[in-house]
């Protein structure tokens, strides 16, 4: 592959929406932009940037030293041949050098925090490299792109025979990944709830005897629990499933079954609902009891 174009086609086969910048000067704006082969693509037109790839990561060296930073790009992509990850390294036309590969990344739903450990796995020891090119979107120059400063541009140095082909992500790196997901998750849980738990409405939910007092809304309570309670019981789903059928049970409910519980827990746990405040007013509206709605929310509904 000699040109861009080259390129753009195989990374199609990747991602069918690839933005592309033309950016000719140094003081040159930054609004021209098309997605790749859209009615406004120009092939004739040497656009220089383009976004880095959902399922691409790169890492860039850009210390002072134009020899140091091939020397620590030449250790990352030896590190991940010996991986059995493709990659490929680039001169960017000034002083920095660019390692990019392509990993199947179709199991995470945090993609700018798997990247991020990927770049330390493999920078490290070295100077840590931009972790700004791990944020969705982010623009980098093109293959073979014009850098506007020195005039120079990007060169190939070398490339893997099966580059850009999509290598698994290594155990490791997937096992760090969801630790550090589930804290993140945890974090957010964690304010959430802590915004939720304040609320004498969500107070009276959670207590099995005052919410006796209710005659219906129980199984939109539980719908409530479930997707409010879930992760913190991400790692022992069948607690969380005794702990429902026992509020379902002394909170007075009849209508379920302990096992129709157990499936409702099944159904709802990979399924993403984020409570809010005004979901728990609505429902607090609908079983009668918006004198539990906090003074100054009810416009908010």
């Known amino acids: 592959m000699k040109n861009l174009i080259q390129y753009l086609n195989k990374y199609y086969e990747i991602q069918d929406k690839i933005l592309l910048l033309y950016r000719p000067y140094e003081d040159s704006g930054w609004g021209d932009r098309c997605l790749f082969l859209s009615d406004s693509y120009i092939p004739t037109k ?7 790839l959902r399922d691409e990561v790169v890492i860039e060296f850009d210390t002072d030293n134009k020899e140091d930073n091939r020397k620590y790009a030449d250790e990352v992509a030896k590190r991940m041949k010996k991986d059995n990850i493709a990659v490929a390294k680039w001169f960017s ?9 392509f990993f199947d990344f179709k199991k995470a739903k945090n993609i700018q925090l798997v990247k991020k450990i990927i770049m330390r796995k493999y920078c490290d020891g070295l ?9 969705e979107n982010h623009m980098i120059r093109a293959e073979y792109g014009l850098h506007e400063k020195t005039g120079a541009h990007k060169k190939l140095i070398s490339r893997s025979a099966n580059y850009p082909e999509r290598a698994r ?12 997901q589930v804290a993140v ?8 709830l802590k915004e939720l738990e304040n609320l004498n409405g969500f107070k009276h939910l959670l207590s099995t005897h ?11 309570a539980l719908f409530i629990l479930i997707h409010t309670l879930k992760e913190q019981y991400r790692e022992n789903k069948e607690e969380l499933v005794s702990y429902l059928q026992s ?4 909170s007075g409910g009849r209508k379920l079954d302990d096992s129709a519980i157990q499936r409702k827990v099944v159904y709802h746990w990979n399924r993403d609902y984020q409570i809010s405040r005004n979901y728990l007013y609505e429902f607090l509206e609908s ?8 003074k100054g929310d009810h416009n908010e509904q």
């Open 93 to 101: 036309g000034n002083k920095s050098v660019h390692v990019h590969a």
């Open 46 to 52: 040497k656009y220089n940037h383009r976004a880095i």
């Open 210 to 220: 005052e919410f006796k007092e209710n005659d219906d809304g129980r199984e939109r």
């Open 169 to 180: 992500v290594p155990m490791d790196v997937w096992k760090d990944y969801t630790a550090k």
């Open 247 to 250: 509020w379902y049970k002394y």
């Open 287 to 294: 079983i009668g009891r918006t004198d539990l709605i906090e």
């Open 127 to 135: 100077p840590l490299p931009d972790l700004q090119l791990a944020i």
């Open 185 to 192: 998750v945890k974090r957010k849980l964690t304010s959430n």
